[in-house]
Each structure stands twice: as C-alpha cells, then as structure tokens.
C-alpha cells in the first residue's frame, strides 16, 4: 500500500491549524476511505501510537470517525467541509480568549505599575527584535524619549521604512524625542 499524498493539500491543512502529523494523517484518511491503524501509520511512515494519538485527536476534532472492526479500530475520514466548522470553533474561542483578556488587562496593568521592577539587561539582534525595542517604546508610559547614537545606524538598524512609520505613530501619542548623536552627521 502506497501513500499518494497531495503536499500542497498537506501544507494548506497546516495553514489552517493542522499539525503536519494530523495533516498526514487526515489527508492519508481522506484518500482511503476505511483503514486501520497500522495500514495509517505505514502510509504516513508514523509510528502506531503516534498514529493512534494524532487519529485520536482528529476524531475529538470532528475530522475522523472510527469504529471497531473485530479487535481493531478502523477510521474513515469526515467530510471536508467540516473543517470550517473546526475553525469557526477556533475562532469562537478566540474571540473568548480575547474578550477575557480585555477585561484582565486593566487588573494586570495596575498589578505591573505598582510592582518593583529590576533594571534588566538585554541584547537584540537583528531587525525584527530591534524593531521590538521601538514598539516597547510606544507601549510605555514616557512622553520623552531619549536616544543617543549616529542616525544611519538607528536607519540601517531597523529600516528606513519602518522607522517612517514608528515616528508617525509616535507623534500621533504625542511622545517628544531628544538624541544625542556625533558631530558631522
């Protein structure tokens, strides 16, 4: 028995929240119509727990059935549109997550500003975390921003683009900034 399987429909079932062994194993599911469980693990080259675990998990998800054949489970596939219903619950609990954390956050910010906070100390490589540095710049409660360093560096160090666009944000919170850079520049 010889697995054909679709990567690009692998690599779209994990864009959609899929692991990439529940991913090989609903689309293995999907083209076999009932299979064991041993037949799943070789076509997905996963071992049997492992296939019985991710097999397990797609049935809680509303993706596989299974039922017993003798002394064996056997799994069949679901139809695919019941994927959207596996995201609109996913959304539905984000929604929920993200309403409860709107109504925790003014709890948790008044608990953070009243705590003692350690200077620490950290280091940022590349772009992206330089560019964190900025937007935690934004976040805080200072309406003075002080830097000290050479221009084409604080360019060159987050991109010219992004730095367009982090100072109009800046202005917009009404934050004044004063640097400190090199003569001749």
């Known amino acids: 028995m010889t697995m054909s399987t679709d990567t690009n429909s692998i690599h779209k079932l994990t864009d959609i929240g899929l692991t990439l062994k529940e991913a090989k194993v609903y689309e293995a599911c999907l083209?076999?119509?009932?299979i064991g469980i041993m037949d799943l693990a070789r076509l997905t080259h996963l071992s049997r727990s492992t296939t019985y675990f991710i097999?397990?998990?797609?049935?809680k998800k509303g993706?596989?059935?299974?039922?017993?054949?003798?002394?064996?489970?056997?799994?069949?596939?679901?139809?695919p549109r019941k994927l959207t219903?596996?995201?609109?619950?996913?959304?539905?609990?984000?929604?929920?997550?993200?309403?409860?954390?709107?109504?925790?956050?003014?709890?948790?910010?008044?608990?953070?500003?009243?705590?003692?906070?350690k200077p620490i100390v950290s280091f940022y490589v590349g772009q992206e975390e330089m560019q964190q540095i900025f937007e935690d710049a934004l976040l805080s409660r200072a309406k003075e921003q002080l830097f000290v360093g050479e221009i084409p560096v604080l360019i060159e160090?987050?991109?010219s683009e992004?730095?367009?666009?982090?100072?109009?944000?800046?202005?917009?919170?009404?934050?004044?900034?004063?640097?400190?850079?090199?003569?001749?520049?």
């Open 63 to 79: 993706l596989l059935r299974f039922f017993q054949k003798g002394a064996h489970r056997v799994y069949s596939a679901e139809d």
């Open 55 to 59: 097999a397990d998990e797609l049935v």
């Open 31 to 34: 083209g076999h119509g009932e």
């Open 162 to 185: 992004y730095l367009k666009s982090w100072n109009k944000r800046k202005v917009k919170a009404r934050i004044t900034t004063r640097g400190i850079w090199p003569r001749g520049l």
């Open 157 to 159: 160090s987050v991109g």
């Open 85 to 117: 219903l596996l995201l609109e619950r996913e959304k539905a609990q984000v929604t929920k997550q993200s309403t409860a954390l709107q109504s925790l956050l003014p709890t948790l910010n008044m608990r953070y500003s009243g705590a003692v906070h």
